[in-house]
């Protein structure tokens, strides 16, 4: 793998921690870590890893992600080296999968265009909110998407959005596909009021969401209530397995006060789940994604 990777001229690491590319901060390290730098690097250790038939992920921001303190003996691809953004002037914008989602939300707002600006709180890249269909106050990534390309086992697929299935944080891209570019359509707005906008979503996000180490909400919202406030009436803010704690200030996140490992994140998760299940007979889905070795 790592010969193929170097022949092709791509970046690669071995033994790489996945602890420092992911928001919670926990994880072992990944056998190889690859950073393509253009859609065309991504396509390229696609294909090597497809000849090879080697195991792997495609890693985004590490925003949402929990990784086994065992790591993963594969080959990650780490789209972070991946990360250019054009806006056009009839309010296209489109952004290589590796592109940081608030720094594009903020460019775009700058730029006096409207729509990505709900998601100006949001941590991860951008395939990693195309993936999961991102979202926040009513908005998801998916409302203005217009173009996606997606690298599978199938090649290069540009398809708009509807060929993909988005759904609440949900999409139908396969494990393992990467998200080469995504573009949205844009209106023109303000730049004043789009500047007043994020200031106040920014703000409200930090009034009811920690800071610190973790990976956004661990749950999905189950059809009827909240995670969040159905963890909080149980009292079980502020449990703690290791440096893991339950956030005093928004019960649907972990986060990590540092130090702590993956098995502290986990078994935390899982109690809150079981004490759910307990109490209400409602079974919370992880909207985190965990990776830990395959069975
Ligand atoms: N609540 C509590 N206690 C808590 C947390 C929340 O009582 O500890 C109550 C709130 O008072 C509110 C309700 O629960 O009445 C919902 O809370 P909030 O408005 O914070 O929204 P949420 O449903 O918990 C969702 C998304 C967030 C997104 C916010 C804001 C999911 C799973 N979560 O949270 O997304 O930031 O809305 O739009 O859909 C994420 O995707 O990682 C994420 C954090």
Request: net charge negative; aromatic share 4%; with cysteine.
């Amino acid at each position: 793998m790592t010969q193929a990777l170097q022949q092709a001229g791509i970046a690669y690491r071995e033994g790489e921690p996945l602890s420092r590319h992911t928001t919670m901060g926990v994880g072992g390290a990944a056998a190889v870590m690859a950073f393509p730098r253009s859609p065309e690097e991504l396509r390229a250790t696609l294909e090597i890893r497809a000849d090879l038939q080697a195991p792997h992920r495609v890693l985004g921001g590490g925003s949402n992600l929990v990784v086994a303190d065992e790591g993963l003996d594969e080959l990650v691809v780490n789209t972070e080296s991946m990360r250019a953004v054009t806006i056009g002037e009839d309010g296209r914008v489109t952004a290589e999968g590796g592109a940081n989602l608030i720094r594009t939300v903020l460019q775009t707002t700058r730029a006096g265009w409207r729509g990505l600006e709900s998601a100006v709180g949001i941590p991860g890249s951008i395939g990693g909110a195309a993936v999961m269909n991102a979202g926040a106050y009513g908005f998801s990534i998916s409302d203005v998407m217009t173009e996606i390309t997606v690298y599978d086992e199938d090649g290069q697929r540009t398809e708009p959005p509807e060929g993909w299935r988005f759904r609440y944080r949900g999409s139908s891209i396969p494990e393992g596909a990467a998200v080469a570019s995504l573009t949205a359509q844009l209106e023109r707005g303000d730049t004043e009021d789009l500047a007043e906008e994020t200031r106040a979503i920014g703000n409200r996000r930090r009034a009811t969401q920690p800071g610190g180490r973790n990976a956004g909400c661990v749950f999905k919202n189950p059809p009827e209530g909240h995670a969040g406030r159905t963890i909080d009436a149980l009292g079980l803010k502020g449990r703690r397995r290791g440096k893991a704690v339950v956030s005093p200030r928004h019960a649907n996140f972990v986060v990590n006060e540092g130090g702590a490992t993956a098995a502290d994140v986990l078994g935390l998760i899982e109690e809150v789940r079981e004490r759910v299940r307990a109490a209400t007979g409602v079974e919370l889905e992880l909207e985190v994604k965990v990776w830990g070795p395959r069975s």
